[in-house]
């Protein structure tokens, strides 16, 4: 449980850097479900020093266009005083490197296309902007 509160702490800086709307319970409740179930994907605190400083979410999928198993960096925040150290190159390695252990052929990630530096990073890190816009319909439950 103390892991699932200090992510959701996370979730909640990430989101306000981000300006995205942000509900404890609705976030603990999906973190908690994810969590519990590694076919969904997996999450990984970041630390340095022994300290936690972030966190990253990998969720798994399927893909025809990319024969095969695909994956969706869903959630990557380091707080702000840890950045630019080469901390995030780090973790996405690390995190590419468990995502070709679990079988998977292509890892996508979103960028807002004000955020520059994480940009950066990314096309650093090899992926690629391939000129497609992300569009997402939420479906009523």
Same mark, same amino acid.
């Given at each position: 449980m103390a892991d699932i509160d200090l992510i959701v702490d996370f979730m909640r800086q990430f989101y306000e850097f981000e300006q995205y709307p942000f509900d404890?319970?609705?976030?603990?409740?999906? /973190?908690e479900r994810l969590i519990s179930d590694s076919a969904l994907g997996h999450v990984l605190i %970041?630390?340095?020093?022994?300290?936690?400083i972030g966190y990253?979410? /990998?969720?798994?999928g399927y893909s025809l266009e990319y024969h095969g198993n695909d994956?969706? %960096?869903?959630e990557f925040y380091i707080q702000a005083s840890h950045r630019g150290k080469g901390i995030g190159s780090k973790a996405l390695k690390f995190v590419e490197e468990r995502a070709q252990v679990l079988g998977v052929k292509a890892l996508h990630l979103e960028v807002e296309r004000r955020n520059k530096a994480s940009q950066g990073l990314y096309l650093k890190s090899g992926f690629d902007n391939n000129d497609?816009?992300?569009?997402?319909?939420?479906?009523?439950?």
């Open positions: 404890d319970q609705a976030a603990s409740s999906a /973190l %970041i630390s340095e020093d022994l300290t936690s990253i979410v /990998l969720t798994l994956a969706f %960096i869903d497609r816009y992300l569009m997402t319909k939420l479906l009523k439950s």
